[in-house]
């Protein structure tokens, strides 16, 4: 349970059938992680968590778990920060600490399942294996973010608001007079304060690396503080440019070697709507991937690279490269001009066959190509950059 009217309704819908109950709350991020951030507020949502236990007559305990994430989730989050690229850790909270450390220490009875408040369908196919499926809540599914939990732990987990809406979510904890259902609904990453700049907190974390902010036309812009301040296809105000999108700026690469970061004008310039990228690190749910992607073979999935966003039609293919830690590539290709989405290195990526989840991996390499003047001589050069380099 996170205090959440979510996992709150979860757990007043599973009281209503004869199972044994009892509920766990993770203790994730603690003011001694931080000198000067409070990260997530977990003593008050400690303290809703008892409250509907006590509500509901179900016994609570808390499990520590801030060491395991530091080490598992924020460490190395951190660390792909620093070198430019976007690493999403809630996919890898789920993977190593909800579904992973509390499973391994909350879990001992092997009968056991693990509830949560998760957005997301299970299927188990008369062959024996789980799927996960998308929710039918469309806007508020999270199967994005459960990507790479492996089928061992998906066997041993429920979601009862798979099937609702949201708005049937809200309706029904009101009804069922839930201490949280009026709660305000959390967002962004637990261990960043609401009401503040995420740059700022990387500050805290990450010495200050600053660089060269680059026009595609090589014309010297100004300077960046770190490669992390700004991801690919994010907006880069610039002093003096106007409101119109043809004007404004935004990040469409960053060179490691130099440091720098490079803009184009307007947010459909061709740099930014690439039409395929390669993956690595890939977590297949069902521990490989389908055979059709092997070979000369292709697949037809939909493709979702951000978790807030529709799926666009692709096609996954398995790469004849390898990255340079050896690791084996993917090819994803799809029309990135459709819905206007920027594949960002370090993002994660993951593949549907309709709403059937297959796995997920991080994008390695988003290939740009567009001519500029060299800085030197003024002669016309074509530039391929990528975040090669650093995977």
């Known amino acids: 349970m996170s205090g959440g009217v979510d996992s709150s309704l979860t757990l007043k819908l599973l009281s209503q059938q004869d199972l044994d109950l009892s509920a766990v709350f993770m203790r994730n991020w603690t003011s001694a992680s931080s000198d000067s951030i409070q990260g997530c507020e977990w003593e008050a949502d400690w303290q809703d968590v008892q409250i509907i236990c006590k509500q509901l007559d179900v016994p609570c305990r808390m499990i520590d778990l801030s060491r395991e994430y530091w080490t598992r989730v924020f460490e190395p989050a951190l660390e792909d920060w620093a070198g430019g690229l976007t690493p999403n850790p809630d996919v890898a909270c789920n993977k190593e600490i909800k579904f992973g450390a509390l499973m391994e220490k909350g879990l001992v009875d092997r009968n056991a399942f693990l509830a949560t408040g998760h957005y997301a369908r299970l299927e188990h196919t008369p062959s024996g294996q789980t799927r996960l499926l998308s929710a039918l809540d469309v806007k508020k599914d999270q199967s994005y973010f ?129 039409p395929f990228f390669r993956a690595h690190s890939w977590s297949w749910i069902h ?51 459709v819905l206007n989405q920027v594949a960002t290195p370090g993002q994660v990526v993951v593949v549907y066959l309709g709403d059937w989840c297959l796995g997920s991996g991080i994008i390695s390499e988003r290939e740009w190509i567009f001519e500029t003047p060299s800085r030197v001589g003024g002669e016309r050069t074509t530039r391929t950059r990528s975040m090669e380099e650093k995977v």
Not at 205 to 221: A, D, K, Q, R, S
Not at 252 to 261: F, P, W
Not at 322 to 329: K, M, R, V, Y
């Open 146 to 274: 459960l990507s790479s939990v492996p089928e061992s732990k998906l066997a041993r987990s429920i979601f009862p608001l798979g099937n609702l809406q949201k708005t049937e979510v809200k309706r029904l904890a009101a009804e069922y007079h839930l201490h949280t259902a009026d709660r305000k609904e959390s967002t962004g990453l637990c261990f960043v304060e609401p009401k503040q700049k995420f740059t700022n907190f990387l500050d805290e974390f990450i010495p200050p690396n600053p660089g060269p902010v680059y026009h595609e036309n090589g014309t010297l812009l100004g300077q960046h503080q770190g490669l992390w301040s700004h991801a690919i296809g994010q907006r880069y105000k610039i002093a003096g440019r106007g409101a119109s999108n043809s004007e404004k700026m935004f990040v469409a690469g960053k060179d490691l070697k130099e440091n720098a970061i490079w803009l184009v004008e307007g947010s459909n310039h061709p740099a930014l709507l690439t």
């Open 287 to 337: 521990e490989e991937p389908p055979p059709e992607v092997y070979a000369d073979g292709c697949l037809p999935v939909q493709i979702k690279i951000f978790s807030t966003k529709p799926p666009l039609p692709g096609t996954l293919r398995r790469s004849t490269s390898t990255n340079l830690a050896g690791q084996d590539e993917f090819r994803l290709d799809y029309d990135a001009g």
